[in-house]
């Protein structure tokens, strides 16, 4: 019973060590989520203007691929099928013809799209520095916890060693069990409190 309780406490130790590392790393890595928080609803808002921007652009560019191809794959049709020199100008200059077309609607069109967006860089700080205070908090809330479980696995081994009768043995067990639940629910109220990244203030 002894070697399971503290393999137990082991195996908690250990997952609490994977939820300390992964807020830390998150933010760490800069692969912030950028959701709206405190004081942060620019940061979604210029987000989102500088996704479409980008899709408008590539829809754009795309359009000019797909026209500049298919002016190509006819022209290689029409020299295939060729038998004069007077065709193949033909079809060369039909090609000329539909790549400046394709050209110039895209110049038209990025015209229209306008200038990029410029990035909110204030409100991009602010969220970085939101999402590391909340990497420290979680690193805090975490860090009691191993603290708390470590101290009860202290208790109880000491209180083994004293035992003299199972009755004193089953009572640290006990004793250990509900100083071990104490701590899991402390801390699942305590990130609960805190709440997600995105709320952090």
Excluded: W
């Amino acid at each position: 019973m002894k070697s399971t309780i503290t393999r137990a406490a082991a195996v908690i130790a250990l997952s609490l060590g994977v939820g300390v590392v992964a807020p830390a790393a998150a933010f760490a890595s800069g692969n912030q989520t950028t959701t709206v928080a405190h004081g942060t609803a620019s940061v979604k808002g210029n987000a989102a203007t500088m996704k479409a921007y980008s899709l408008a652009k590539l829809n754009i560019n795309l359009s000019f691929k797909s026209a500049v191809f298919a002016a190509r794959t006819t022209l290689t049709a029409a020299l295939a099928t060729a038998t004069t020199s007077a065709q193949r100008a033909t079809a060369r200059a039909a090609f000329t013809t539909a790549f400046t077309a394709a050209r110039t609607a895209r110049e038209t069109a990025l015209t229209t799209l306008g200038k990029p967006p410029v990035r909110d860089a204030s409100a991009t700080v602010q969220l970085a520095q939101q999402g590391k205070a909340y990497g420290a908090s979680m690193l805090a809330i975490n860090q009691t916890f191993k603290s708390t479980v470590a101290a009860a696995r202290t208790t109880y081994l000491a209180a083994l060693k004293a035992s003299t009768t199972s009755a004193a043995r089953v009572t640290a067990r006990t004793a250990f069990k509900v100083a071990l639940k104490g701590a899991i629910s402390a801390r699942h109220a305590s990130i609960a409190s805190l709440g997600t990244a995105s709320s952090a203030s």
